[in-house]
């Protein structure tokens, strides 16, 4: 997994991530992200929902939450990693084309 630290694009938050950061990644404007987050009935994936608090309890105090990336020209994919004392512990795909 530590091959993903060299797509490091930039640190974030998990407030980052549950609001509407990962929508202005994928190019949203702000007034669009903000009007999905308010959209009734808008839900994740039961599955994702999992695989993310799973994700997410494995975060300790002094970790880093890192947004990676890597984009070809008709592929790539898009994820979160936690990085301890420099290494990948856990990582999720936000997205994969």
Do not use: C
Request: glycine share 10%.
């Amino acid at each position: 997994m530590n091959h993903l630290l060299q797509y490091k694009q930039k640190q974030v938050t998990f407030e980052y991530i549950e609001g509407i950061g990962p929508l202005l990644e994928m190019g949203l404007s702000q007034d669009a992200a903000e009007e999905f987050m308010n959209r009734p009935g808008r839900g994740v994936a039961p599955d994702f929902q999992k695989r993310y608090d799973e994700f997410k309890a494995q975060f300790k105090e002094g970790d880093e939450l890192w947004y990676v990336a890597k984009y070809e020209s008709l592929a790539g994919f898009g994820a979160y990693v936690i990085v301890r004392q420099g290494e990948v512990v856990a990582s999720i795909r936000s997205w994969v084309g």
